[in-house]
Structures are given as C-alpha cells and as structure tokens.
C-alpha cells in the first residue's frame, strides 16, 4: 500500500527501518469495526514515518535490507501498530491493595470512598510525595507499559484535588514525558472527587474559578476530564466545569455511567467531549446520543474485572456498525498496564473478536485523544509506532493471556524496547 502524496525515497542522510517477513501485519481499521491484516508483510519507515506497506516482496523491492539502516525479521510472528491507551490515572503514590482485600471481602468502591478510602487516600499520598518521588513513580509505570507494547498514553491529574498539586501533577506528567519513549498525553481532572470539608458546589467552583485558569496558565493539560457519577459530580457540575475547560482551551473527556446513568452521555454530547469513557450502565438511547454527537466511546474492562462488575456492552456499540476504543484505567483501584491483557478482557468480557479489541488499542483509541493523524495505524504518513509480538496470528494477542507477547516495540522507527 502506497500513497503518492507521502512516498519518500531513501537518499543520504535520511534514517530507513524495515521490519519484513510479518506472519500478518496490522494496517488500520477497515470500513465497519475491524481491521486490514496483510500476510507475509513488511513496512518501511523513512525519518519515523511509514513509506510502504505491503507483502515482503514488494516492500524489500523497493527498500532493500542493505539500504536500510535498521532492519528487523518478523518472521513467523505478527507486527501491529503501537498500543495506545487513552483513559489512565497512572501518576499516583501510595499503596492500595488492603483495598483489594476489602473489596474481595464484599465492600462496594462506593463504600470505600465514603470511608475516606480510595480516591481520597491516594490525594494523601500524593500530596505528600515529592516532585522527583512522582516524576520516578510515573516513570516505572511507563517503562512497564513500553514493554507490553503501548507507544501513546493519556495520564490524568486528579489525585491532587487542589491547584498547588494539581499544577505538580502536570508537571511531573510533562518532567516523565520528555524523558520517555511513549507519546504522554496530559489531561487535567481537578474534578476527580470531593476534597475532605467541603462541598461540593464550592468544589466546583474552586475547580471553574481557581484551578482551571492556573492549569490553563500553567500550559501543559491538553484535556478536561470529571467523573459525573452519583455521590460524586452530577450532570450540571459536569457540564459546567467542561463547559470551562473549553473556554480556557482544554478538550472535554468524561466518566459517564460507571455506576448509574445520570446523564453523562448526554453531558459529553453538549460539551463535544471527544470520549465518554467507562458506559457500564449505558442505555440506547444514552448509546445513539453519544454516537449521533461523534463522542468514541471508551470502554475498561480492566475495571469492570477488578471490580467484579458487570462488563460495558461493547456489542451494542459493534453490532450497530460503531466502533469501540479500549483503555487500561490504570490506577491504584485497577492495577493493570498490559493493553494486550486489554484485548483478553475485552473479548472474554465484552464478546469483542480479537480483531475488535486491536481495532480498540490501536485507530479506534487514537479517535479517543482526538489523533487523526495515522496514530494507532501503519498507513503510509503515519508514525513507525509498532509493535512485533511473537505470535503468529493478529488473534494470538487476545487468546494468550498468560505471558507478555512483545518483542520488539518501534517508537517513530526506532527500536525502543526489545
């Protein structure tokens, strides 16, 4: 596959990668909710872009091995775009798994959270840790997402809850950022929770009158997030303070219906969220809302299975021809960097075809950070984000569950973990 309006041809001087040989190679969605997959495939990446795609034979024609500067041989195994995971909380501090214990021993994460637990125990944590402590603590977490194939991550604040640490957050999100291989894509969620002693229409407020124009200052968030969720920020708070986010340039995301449906879906709809994420509770008409608005739903098994909940429907989205983007959520309450054990959950869970669940980690979670770009995608013009997993098939990924598949992952062509 190739595109004469983005065709490169290696002269001195440019940087060349080929990976040939493929099993099957994973070029971008298809038409309805899957994927394309080639057999016996390569791709050739010129400057960390992608130049051709296409059989072996017909990329090595044109981009010979001796030509290329790094080359890698996929044979027997399957290469696929670079994960990416746009629904995280991965800047965090603390522990939490006596909260595992406690939820296995029938306490509810609402239960939890009235106690002063969850969310609200880790705003302890983090605000007592320092800047380097936050900035290491979110780097190991990337390391560990690299390493299972992820190229692009979103991470959210929200476990500052006031704007001194919610400013500290993001700049130990960009500190982490510009150190590391992975794409780390910031997001403001002030309105993650409720500080202790106080209410929450004084929260919202706090959040729309003091934090918003400081991280708007501050210039790093390129999102706004909130959780509208019953005992947490009603669909009005919501709206509201996205409504603000907007006006001071940050896109809308949300979590709507995690627990109840109280009007988050038609929230994102009037805001343009770019994503609703978790829709547990989801209804039709709360589904036709989102996708007549043009919001990608974002869908975490990750949680639903640490929860022991009931599973998003992913099929009422796929069945009426719509696509699905998967995320991790990663966070001390979900505690899962793997986007390929993802894809396990999501066809188990969700009834997803592992062809779904790539579409999900890879184009349709890129649609999720608003990247138009080729991101999730080997099409030519696109970023050489890739990973080779040693299976044979595209499928292999959601089928094995019990090891890490990746060998290889390839970061604008370059080899950054192997």
Known sequence: MRDSGTETDPVDGENVTVVYGAAELVVGPDDETGIVVVEDAAFAAVDGRVVAV?????????????????????????????????????????????????????????????????ILRTVDAVREASDDELVSNLTDHLDAMLAHGTTTVEVKTGYGLDTETELRMLDAIAAAGDEHPLDVIPTFMGAHAVPRGMDTEAYVDDVISDQLPAVAEQGIAE????????????????????????????????????????????????????????????????????????????????????????????????????????????????????????????????????????????????????????????????????????????????????TNPVSTVLKSGVVVHE
């Open 54 to 118: 296409g059989s072996t034979e017909d990329v090595l024609t044109e981009y010979p091995l001796e030509d290329a500067d790094t080359s890698i041989d996929a044979t027997g195994k399957t290469v696929l775009p670079g994960f990416v995971d746009p629904h995280t909380h991965a800047l965090f501090a603390g522990d939490r798994s006596d909260e595992f214990v406690a939820k296995l021993r029938g306490a509810t994460y609402e239960e939890i959270l009235a106690e002063g637990g969850g």
């Open 223 to 402: 999102f706004c997030d909130v959780f509208c969720e019953r005992g947490v920020f009603d669909a009005d708070q919501s709206r509201r303070i996205l409504e603000a986010g907007r006006e001071y340039g940050l896109t809308p995301k949300i979590h709507a219906d995690e627990f109840a449906a109280i009007g988050g879906a038609d929230v994102a709809a009037a805001v343009g969220a770019v994503s609703a994420d978790h829709l547990l509770h989801t209804d039709d008409s709360g589904r036709e809302t989102l996708v007549d608005a043009g919001v990608t739903p974002v869908m975490l098994p990750g949680t639903a299975f640490g929860l022991g909940a009931e599973y998003a429907d992913a099929r009422a989205f796929l069945d009426a021809g719509y696509e699905v983007a998967l995320a991790t959520d990663f966070n001390p309450n979900c505690f899962a960097r793997s986007m390929g054990f993802v894809a396990t959950l999501a066809s188990v869970g969700m009834r997803m075809t592992p062809h779904e669940a790539i579409r999900g980690i890879t184009s349709a979670a890129a649609n999720a950070l608003g990247r138009p770009d080729g991101t999730g995608t080997l099409t030519p013009g696109s970023l050489a984000d890739a990973v080779v997993l040693d299976v044979p098939t595209a499928t292999h990924l959601s089928y094995r569950f019990d």
